[in-house]
């Protein structure tokens, strides 16, 4: 069969970066770090990696015979990857909603961007920070607003005790600290 009726992928649906979708009907909050950073991943891609892998592409192109061209199809493979990547964030900024946790500095009730230390119902300590879903890194402690677990800390405050229900049954969590980043 020709390669010219062949069905390649080229990859058109935005990529997600493994995130997970913002809720119908929800705002895209973000600190303004994760604001910065997401930016700074934009405009890397658009003035340094675009650019540079378009000299390779048009190089290659200039040396003839493009379908046995390493350089060129690989080179075409990683713009459209580039392309959709900058897509993405596109419209994740667009979306965004920043939001800055210093406001809610000294206080004791949980609210976006707070960092919680909380003790379970088996005696585990753990600390989480309640972050955008764009932030998310659970090996860091940093978890989703829209998780189950930030949903039901949000609004109580450093004492309380609140009843978390999940796969594996319910959890009661005491929420021993509540802090937030000091103002610039």
Same mark, same amino acid.
């Given at each position: 069969?020709?390669?010219?009726?062949?069905?390649?992928?080229?990859?058109?649906?935005?990529?997600?970066?493994?995130?997970?979708?913002?809720?119908?009907?929800?705002?895209?909050?973000?600190?303004?770090?994760?604001?910065?950073?997401?930016?700074?991943?934009?405009?890397?891609?658009?003035?340094?990696?675009?650019?540079?892998?378009?000299?390779?592409?048009?190089?290659?192109?200039?040396?003839?015979?493009?379908?046995?061209?390493?350089?060129?199809?690989?080179?075409?493979?990683?713009?459209?990857?580039?392309?959709?990547?900058?897509?993405?964030?596109?419209?994740?900024?667009?979306? @965004?909603?920043?939001?800055?946790?210093?406001?809610?500095?000294?206080?004791?009730?949980?609210?976006?961007? @707070?960092?919680?230390?909380?003790?379970?119902?088996?005696?585990?300590?753990?600390?989480?920070?309640?972050?955008? %879903?764009?932030?998310?890194?659970?090996?860091?402690?940093?978890?989703?607003?829209?998780?189950?677990?930030?949903?039901?800390?949000?609004?109580?405050?450093?004492?309380?005790? %609140?009843?978390?229900?999940?796969?594996?049954?319910?959890?009661?969590?005491? %929420?021993?600290?509540?802090?937030?980043?000091?103002?610039?």
């Amino acid at each position: 069969m020709n390669k010219a009726f062949v069905k390649e992928s080229d990859g058109d649906e935005d990529d997600d970066g493994g995130l997970p979708p913002i809720p119908p009907g929800a705002k895209n909050y973000i600190t303004p770090q994760g604001y910065q950073r997401i930016r700074e991943e934009l405009l890397q891609l658009i003035d340094t990696e675009r650019p540079e892998v378009v000299k390779i592409v048009h190089w290659a192109a200039s040396n003839g015979d493009r379908s046995e061209n390493g350089d060129y199809i690989y080179g075409k493979r990683r713009l459209r990857e580039i392309d959709r990547r900058i897509r993405f964030l596109t419209k994740r900024l667009d979306l @965004a909603e920043v939001v800055d946790p210093s406001i809610h500095h000294g206080s004791d009730q949980v609210f976006f961007g @707070a960092t919680v230390t909380y003790l379970n119902s088996a005696g585990s300590e753990q600390s989480i920070t309640i972050v955008g %879903i764009d932030e998310l890194d659970p090996l860091k402690g940093k978890i989703s607003w829209v998780s189950p677990v930030a949903r039901a800390l949000t609004k109580s405050r450093e004492g309380d005790v %609140i009843t978390l229900t999940t796969p594996a049954g319910v959890d009661e969590l005491e %929420i021993l600290s509540v802090t937030y980043p000091s103002p610039p």
